[in-house]
């Protein structure tokens, strides 16, 4: 047996005061703290040694005596300092109990996610590529911005399919909502590119949304949500808070245009989601 230092690569474990380990076979001297030094060698500090300072002059140091257990204490367990992982002892595994006490490491992904959104800050339009500046300065500002897969080449190309009736199926929406001018305003998630391909920019998207002073988005279709690296599971008619925005998620907007059940059901949804969050 042998009381070997732990190593930098425990240092959660050192941070918590766990300094040594208890090896089930005996180590080499260099690593050893219980082996005895060779001749002219200065002795490795053994463990205790960092509690256990010089006594002062004038002051007599306790003996050994005053550090060994009474007998009547002698079949009583160790007591382990709370917030310490427990030490592993060379007789076995450690218990289902000690698992339980030793703390866990720091998960990666979600953290790291986590500190990520929290350190997120809007990139500023001049730094974005030409084609997002030249759309910034096209866009009205508002309270809440509309956003769909295709948005992008909607704004952009005359003959996009389908632009005339997704055109008329937001006359008739925004009409139907009744909010006044200024309320709401329409960004895209992607643009399209030399070759008319859409391109997504997740970070100039939601960098836009706090240039024009959006407090709210609504995303139709899962396409544009992920688009906009939404994290988290996709259902339509939910909202939730990202980036310091409310964020609703709908069904895509060619998918509703010509039903009427979900229209009226996404127009009941947006009433009460609105009510309460647009200023009166």
Not at 87 to 95: A, D, I, K, M
Not at 237 to 254: C, N, P, Q, T, Y
């Amino acid at each position: 047996m042998a009381f070997a230092s732990v190593s930098p690569l425990a240092a959660p474990w050192q941070r918590l005061g766990l300094r040594y380990l208890l090896s089930p076979v005996d180590l080499p001297p260099e690593l050893s703290l219980t082996a005895e030094p060779a001749a002219g060698e200065a002795r490795p500090p053994r463990l205790g040694d960092q509690r256990s300072p010089a006594p002062q002059a004038g002051v007599s140091a306790p003996s050994r005596e005053a550090y060994r257990p009474a007998a009547a204490s002698a079949n009583r367990p160790p007591v382990r300092p709370s917030g310490r992982p427990p030490v592993r002892s060379s007789e076995g595994p450690p218990t289902a109990e000690a698992r339980r006490e030793a703390p866990l490491p720091p998960s990666g992904g979600a953290a790291d996610a986590a500190r990520a959104e929290a350190e997120w800050r809007p990139l500023a339009p001049a730094l974005w590529p030409a084609p997002w500046q030249e759309r910034l300065a096209r866009t009205r500002p508002g309270l809440v911005a509309w956003t769909y897969w295709t948005l992008g080449s909607d704004l952009c190309d005359g003959g996009q399919p389908g632009k005339a009736e997704r055109g008329l199926f937001f006359r008739r929406l925004l009409q139907d909502l009744g909010h006044p001018q200024g309320t709401h305003t329409f960004w895209p998630v992607c643009l399209p590119d030399a070759g008319g391909e859409l391109r997504a920019d997740a970070g100039i998207f939601w960098s836009g949304l706090q240039a024009l002073k959006a407090r709210g988005v609504i995303l139709m279709g899962s396409a544009a949500a992920r688009a906009a690296a939404l994290p988290g599971k996709l259902e339509p008619l939910s909202h939730r808070v990202f980036r310091g925005r409310r964020v609703w998620i709908l069904r895509d907007v060619d998918l509703m245009r010509d039903d009427a059940a979900r229209y009226d059901q996404m127009l009941a949804f947006l009433q009460n989601a609105l009510q309460s969050f647009l200023p009166r």
